[in-house]
């Protein structure tokens, strides 16, 4: 396929930026590491979050309770910079500004004795798994993406532009949600997002002027950023679409898209994220504001909670604001007669009187339906020690190695 290298020279009219100033109320903050956070995860099908710092850690909090689990994560002798979970929830991948890539097992929290040898020394900017949960790609400051077997450390695809542009830094990488692709971006001298076929290696097209890109969940779009504004292009052919201009002049961090792709966070200034409709790109809610500036952030996988983090060494989680099309759908919902949960089953009334529906007896609360977490394994929780509390009503239903999570009622 030929490459094609697309430039924004479109320009459709500019959103107005928001000018209310209610701001969003954090809804739990996460103090433990001791310099600014690089990296946020949130681990599938879990109430786990995953950060890395520059104090050479990583860390596992409680989403429920809103404490830190078990001890730091160690292994790392650098800053970390970047983190990734797989989408099974079982796997944990970190990167260092030493090169160093690590792999931990989310339900030992321990790290898993493989080396990943590549990348020689050069700092690790960004990482991410794949949807298979068995591979990963790293990027680089020695311009390439390299794809990982999980299971032994095996690289399996090289992909780099020849002769790599000058005077630049690869800066991010991300899969298409089908695994089918990888778009990587470039800063500095020229910034630049090159998107390739992940089995073949094959580059598939080019965009100037992003450094940082994510498809949206259908596949369909490549939602950028160059830290001036945010760019929605058409993922296979890399026409632009739309456009925001947030005339924001700190670091480019990589905008937070909800799941069911009606919304995105990006930073505004350094210190505020600002959620926007991703058709309409009209501002939903206030602002998000910080202290100081805000380095990464992730969107929990029920699209209900933000986590971001900041260089004043702390986590915070925020609630997400609703679109008015999912207010108007919640007050339909809440209209909907309840159900009764229990362990790892929803059951209506009728179920229950039904004696084909075979499982535990012990019933939870009675709340709305709500998708359900993984079970975590026997004694995750062992030797957790309380720091802070959430101001969150997360349900926490507990039985014999096993825990689950709902999320509080609308």
Same mark, same amino acid.
């Given at each position: 396929?030929?490459?094609?290298?697309?430039?924004?020279?479109?320009?459709?009219?500019?959103?107005?930026?928001?000018?209310?100033? %209610?701001?969003? =109320?954090?809804?739990?903050? !996460?103090? /433990? $590491?001791?310099?600014? @956070?690089?990296? #946020? +995860?949130?681990? &599938?099908?879990?109430?786990?979050?995953?950060?890395?710092?520059?104090?050479?850690?990583?860390?596992?909090?409680?989403?429920? %309770?809103?404490? =830190?689990?078990?001890?730091? !994560?160690? /292994? $790392?002798?650098?800053? @970390?910079?970047? #983190? +990734?979970?797989? &989408?099974?929830?079982?796997?944990?991948?970190?990167?260092?500004?030493?090169?160093?890539?690590?792999?931990?097992?989310?339900?030992?929290?321990?790290?898993?004795?493989?080396?990943?040898? /590549? $990348?020689?020394?050069?700092?690790?900017?960004?990482?991410?798994?794949?949807?298979?949960?068995?591979?990963?790609?790293?990027?680089?400051?020695?311009?390439?993406?390299?794809?990982?077997?999980?299971?032994?450390?095996?690289?399996?695809?090289?992909?780099?532009?020849?002769?790599?542009?000058?005077?630049?830094?690869?800066?991010?990488?991300?899969?298409?949600?089908?695994?089918?692709?990888?778009?990587?971006?470039?800063?500095?001298?020229?910034?630049?997002?090159?998107?390739?076929?992940?089995?073949?290696?094959?580059?598939?097209?080019?965009?100037?002027?992003?450094?940082?890109?994510?498809?949206?969940?259908?596949?369909?779009?490549?939602?950028?950023?160059?830290?001036?504004?945010?760019?929605?292009?058409?993922?296979?052919?890399?026409?632009?679409?739309?456009?925001?201009?947030?005339?924001?002049?700190?670091?480019?961090?990589?905008?937070?898209?909800?799941?069911?792709?009606?919304?995105?966070?990006?930073?505004?200034?350094?210190?505020?994220?600002?959620?926007?409709?991703?058709?309409?790109?009209?501002?939903?809610?206030?602002?998000?504001?910080?202290?100081?500036?805000?380095?990464?952030?992730?969107?929990?996988?029920?699209?209900?909670?933000?986590?971001?983090?900041?260089?004043?060494?702390?986590?915070?989680?925020?609630?997400?604001?609703?679109?008015?099309?999912?207010?108007?759908?919640?007050?339909?919902?809440?209209?909907?007669?309840?159900?009764?949960?229990?362990?790892?089953?929803?059951?209506?009334?009728?179920?229950?009187?039904?004696?084909?529906?075979?499982?535990?007896?012990?019933?939870?609360?009675?709340?709305?339906?709500?998708?359900?977490?993984?079970?975590?394994?026997?004694?995750?929780?062992?030797?957790?020690?309380?720091?802070?509390?959430?101001?969150?009503?997360?349900?926490?239903?507990?039985?014999?190695?096993?825990?689950?999570?709902?999320?509080?009622?609308?």
């Amino acid at each position: 396929m030929v490459s094609h290298t697309l430039g924004l020279d479109v320009s459709p009219e500019v959103p107005k930026l928001p000018t209310e100033k %209610k701001q969003h =109320q954090t809804q739990m903050v !996460l103090a /433990g $590491h001791e310099e600014w @956070v690089t990296g #946020v +995860a949130v681990i &599938p099908g879990t109430c786990l979050l995953v950060t890395c710092s520059q104090d050479k850690s990583l860390r596992l909090w409680d989403l429920n %309770k809103g404490q =830190q689990v078990g001890e730091p !994560l160690l /292994g $790392h002798d650098s800053p @970390v910079w970047a #983190v +990734a979970a797989s &989408p099974d929830g079982r796997w944990i991948v970190s990167g260092a500004q030493d090169g160093r890539i690590l792999v931990w097992d989310v339900g030992t929290r321990k790290r898993v004795p493989v080396s990943f040898q /590549g $990348h020689w020394r050069s700092p690790i900017s960004d990482i991410v798994f794949a949807p298979d949960s068995e591979t990963f790609a790293s990027a680089s400051y020695d311009h390439t993406v390299r794809v990982w077997l999980r299971e032994t450390g095996e690289t399996v695809q090289v992909l780099e532009l020849d002769p790599p542009p000058p005077s630049t830094l690869l800066y991010s990488v991300s899969y298409s949600p089908d695994g089918s692709k990888l778009v990587a971006g470039y800063i500095m001298h020229m910034q630049q997002l090159v998107v390739w076929n992940a089995a073949s290696g094959e580059e598939i097209l080019k965009i100037r002027s992003c450094c940082r890109a994510a498809f949206t969940a259908d596949g369909l779009r490549l939602v950028s950023t160059d830290g001036t504004g945010v760019r929605i292009s058409d993922a296979s052919t890399g026409v632009l679409i739309n456009q925001l201009d947030t005339h924001n002049s700190g670091t480019p961090i990589l905008p937070a898209i909800a799941p069911n792709d009606t919304k995105f966070a990006t930073t505004l200034q350094e210190e505020s994220i600002q959620f926007f409709d991703l058709n309409t790109l009209k501002p939903i809610g206030g602002p998000l504001e910080h202290p100081m500036g805000v380095s990464c952030m992730a969107i929990s996988q029920d699209g209900q909670l933000i986590a971001t983090g900041c260089r004043d060494n702390l986590v915070r989680i925020w609630s997400v604001p609703e679109t008015k099309s999912e207010k108007k759908s919640r007050k339909h919902a809440n209209k909907v007669p309840f159900l009764l949960t229990y362990t790892a089953h929803t059951l209506t009334i009728s179920d229950l009187q039904d004696t084909r529906h075979a499982g535990p007896s012990l019933l939870t609360r009675t709340i709305p339906r709500r998708p359900f977490r993984a079970a975590l394994p026997h004694g995750f929780f062992d030797g957790v020690s309380p720091r802070f509390q959430s101001s969150s009503n997360a349900l926490l239903s507990v039985s014999p190695g096993r825990i689950y999570v709902s999320a509080p009622p609308s």
